[in-house]
């Protein structure tokens, strides 16, 4: 198998919300994710001071970093990306001063990954946003959201300008659509046009702060992330072909105004026929011209299109709801598992933006069991995870720009989508269960010791 540039980063991806926990300590505000206790699909509840949630503790990373950097160095990482929440920085969003303790959390653990040399790629925004900011300006919909984003934004690039010089702005951020809740903060049962006005303002707060992070830190780079929604034709018909292309497009439009700086044709044609009228501000135009660096994205399986309406059987699978490909296995979550469509997808994000790309996340989500011993043998994981990341050394070897790979919840982590602890990610198993029983102990699987293999060996293990 080739070996990985040098330069290559090799590591995983987290977020605050899935494995902090700690959500009122430190003078932090609630957040969307703390009232989806039961995740991004779950009801919406307003929280009362005796409530609990599997989110509250989560996994006590925030308290348990030190323990869990350790491990992440020893299995080699050389990057790790987190997300910031924003309600620890600024509690209610819309504060002219940020909280302090908030701040100082992230400073710690920034500097605790330096001890080991490993970068972080810090993630604006990760599926939440401080609450009262969906109560006071109905989140997104409202254009003030622009002004608290940005506020933020800078606030966390002055303090962190020395110690984080990759940044993402907004996580999956074509996920509005289907979430607009966790996405953009308006109710899911919001019009569209409702939704692509809220999308609007975020895309534009989105190239805002890619001028601030140039502004402040000069030498780092600031990339998008996109929810990689892989879309194939279910048959060779033209009629698929195109219902496949209009597919892709629904998601590929943020990316091509991130990498573009406006809006494409065929998207202003989807709004006129579909009856969507946008307001725009004057400065919008400009503001968009600032468009990001590189491309990050997160693939976990594709799907398929197609224009026959008794076809049209959708499913859904991370978030996205796709016709199911015939020729495809699936995860326990009925996921269809992909490998080489990852490689159609480095190369067709490549051909389309000619931007260097990031894999921010890709990986399993099984049952895992602990043997006896203390063992736990997730070889479907290693086959999954290694299946990948041999399309990602063919996308490299086809001429593709590639920064790096986070696998998605290197260490276990609540999931997003339904805050389930079953449904495990991890090469660190942590012992706590969807009831939030356990003792959080920390245990390397064999996938940990698979990792480290093929990053000590720079992908040669493969
Ligand atoms: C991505 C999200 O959509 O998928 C993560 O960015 C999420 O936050 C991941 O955890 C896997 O989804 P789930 O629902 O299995 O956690």
Redesign the pocket.
């Known amino acids: 198998m080739k070996v990985f540039p040098q330069d290559f980063l090799w590591g995983g991806a987290i977020?605050a919300n899935?494995v902090e926990g700690a959500y009122l300590s430190d003078g932090k505000g609630i957040s969307t994710a703390d009232v989806l206790p039961n995740g991004i699909f779950g009801e919406l509840k307003e929280r009362q001071a005796n409530d609990r949630a599997i989110k509250d503790i989560a996994i006590d990373f925030y308290h348990r970093y030190p323990q869990d950097i350790a491990l992440f160095a020893e299995m080699g990482f050389t990057c790790l990306r987190i997300s910031i929440a924003w309600s620890r920085i600024f509690p209610e969003g819309d504060e002219a001063q940020p909280n302090e303790a908030g701040l100082a959390f992230y400073d710690a653990l920034f500097d605790e990954l330096a001890k080991y040399g490993i970068q972080p790629l810090v993630t604006l925004s990760?599926?939440e946003m401080p609450w009262a900011l969906v109560q006071r300006y109905g989140g997104w919909g409202n254009r003030k959201l622009i002004a608290f984003f940005e506020r933020y934004a800078r606030t966390v690039f002055t303090r962190y300008q020395h110690k984080v010089k990759l940044w993402l702005t907004f996580?999956?951020i074509n996920m509005s659509l289907h979430a607009p809740l966790t996405g953009v903060g308006i109710a899911d049962n919001s019009s569209k046009t409702a939704i692509y006005q809220a999308i609007h303002h975020q895309l534009v707060a989105s190239a805002r702060v890619v001028k601030a992070c140039h502004e402040i830190i000069p030498d780092a780079k600031i990339g998008n992330m996109l929810?990689g929604g892989l879309t194939y034709p279910l048959s060779c018909k033209p009629q698929d072909v195109l219902a496949a292309q209009q597919q892709n497009h629904r998601w590929l439009f943020f990316g091509d105004v991130q990498c573009r700086g406006y809006y494409p044709g065929y998207m202003l044609r989807y709004f006129r026929e579909n009856h969507i009228a946008l307001t725009f501000a004057d400065e919008d135009s400009e503001d968009l011209k600032h468009t990001v660096d590189f491309v990050s994205f997160?693939y976990?399986m594709s799907g398929c299109a197609t224009a026959e309406a008794e076809l049209n059987q959708r499913q859904r699978g991370?978030?996205l709801d796709m016709v199911p490909n015939p020729h495809l296995p699936r995860s326990e979550w009925g996921w269809q598992i992909d490998p080489v469509g990852l490689r159609i997808l480095l190369n067709r994000l490549w051909d389309r933006y000619q931007k260097p790309l990031f894999i921010v996340?890709n990986g399993l989500?099984a049952v895992d069991k602990v043997e006896a011993d203390g063992s736990i043998h997730d070889d479907y994981r290693i086959r999954y995870l290694n299946d990948h990341l041999v399309q990602v050394a063919e996308a490299l070897e086809d001429g593709v720009m590639i920064l790096g790979y986070t696998s998605?919840?290197p260490i276990d982590l609540v999931?997003?989508?339904?805050a389930e602890m079953s449904?495990r990610y991890g090469f660190i198993y942590v012992d706590r269960d969807d009831r939030g029983e356990g003792n959080l102990a920390r245990l390397r699987k064999q996938s940990f010791y698979w990792y480290q293999e093929v990053i000590g060996s720079q992908g040669g293990s493969l």
Do not use: D, P, R
């Not at 999931?415 to 339904?418: D, L, T």
């Open positions: 977020a899935q990760h599926y996580n999956e929810l997160s976990y991370n978030i996340e989500g998605w919840g999931s997003a989508s339904k449904k």
